[in-house]
C-alpha cells in the first residue's frame, strides 16, 4: 500500500517569510515518482513538479525548491520569499510502479496562508 | 482555450433530479480521470479512462456514471444522489497512464439538497 503525509494541516506565514511544507512518503515500489500540487481558491490544482525514485537532486526553480531524501522517504517543499499570491492548498501525491500504475496517492494537504 | 475545461462550475441539485457534469480537455491527452474532493478529505480517484476505455472504479456508487464518448471528453452522469455527495468534482487528464503529471480543470461545486 501507498501512504503519503502532510503532517502539517495548516501554516500561516507573513509575507517575505520563508516557508517548508513536508511530505513523508510510503511505498514498497522501489521505482516511483512523487508530485506536488498547488490548488488555489479558484480549485484547480496546479501541476509544480515531478521526481522519481532514482534522482535526489534537488531542484530550484525561482522561489520554489524541493528537498526530496529517501532516506527518510520525506519530499519537502520550500517557499522562499512567501507572497500573498502563494496562499493556496498543497498536496504532496505519489505514483508507485508496481501497486498502483498511474493512481496517484495524495496527501491531505497542507493550507498556506501567507499574510501581508 | 485552458487546458482542462469543466462544467458547469457550480450545480445545486434534488436527490431526485438527473444532472451530468461535463470535461474537455485540448491537450491531446489519452487519458481521464474523475475525482471527488469533499472537505476535510484526501482527493479520491473515481474512475479512470485510457484510450476510452474505462480501466478503474474505485468502487463508486452506480448513482454515478460515467461515459468518455473520445479522448478529448468525459462526462459524469449524476442520479439520485445523496447528501454526502456534496463535493467538489475534478477532472484531469494525462499523456498515458504512466508517470506523467495529470492536468486538472476548475471542478464542479455540487451541492446535494
Known amino acids: 500500500a501507498q501512504k503519503v503525509t502532510q503532517a502539517q494541516t495548516e501554516i500561516s506565514v507573513v509575507e517575505k517569510e520563508d516557508v517548508t511544507l513536508d511530505c513523508v512518503y510510503e511505498?514498497?515500489?522501489?521505482?516511483?515518482?512523487l508530485f506536488w500540487y498547488k490548488q488555489p481558491p479558484s480549485g484547480e490544482l496546479v501541476f509544480l513538479i515531478r521526481?522519481?525514485?532514482?534522482?535526489?537532486q534537488n531542484e530550484i526553480s525561482g522561489r520554489y525548491s524541493w528537498n526530496f531524501q529517501k532516506s527518510t522517504s520525506s519530499f519537502n517543499f520550500t517557499i522562499t520569499a512567501s507572497q500573498v499570491v502563494d496562499s493556496a492548498v498543497y498536496f504532496c501525491a505519489l505514483s508507485g510502479l508496481m501497486t498502483s500504475g498511474s493512481r496517484l496517492t495524495f496527501g491531505e494537504g497542507t493550507q498556506l496562508t501567507v499574510n501581508p | 482555450e485552458t487546458g482542462v475545461t469543466q462544467t458547469p462550475r457550480h450545480l445545486v441539485m434534488g436527490m431526485t433530479n438527473k444532472k451530468s457534469l461535463k470535461c474537455e480537455q485540448h491537450l491531446g491527452h489519452n487519458a481521464m480521470y474523475w475525482y471527488k474532493q469533499s472537505a476535510k478529505k484526501p482527493l479520491e480517484l473515481m474512475f479512470v479512462?485510457?484510450?476510452?476505455?474505462?480501466?478503474e472504479n474505485n468502487s463508486v456508487p452506480s448513482r454515478f456514471s460515467p461515459e468518455c464518448p473520445n479522448s478529448s471528453h468525459l462526462f459524469l452522469h449524476l442520479h439520485t444522489l445523496q447528501p454526502e455527495d456534496s463535493a467538489l468534482y475534478l477532472c484531469a487528464s494525462s499523456q498515458g497512464r504512466g508517470f506523467e503529471p495529470q492536468h486538472f480543470g476548475d471542478g464542479t461545486r455540487l451541492s446535494i439538497l
Open positions: 511505498t514498497r515500489d522501489t521505482t516511483y515518482y
Open positions: 521526481r522519481n525514485s532514482f534522482d535526489e
Open positions: 479512462y485510457s484510450l476510452e476505455e474505462r480501466v
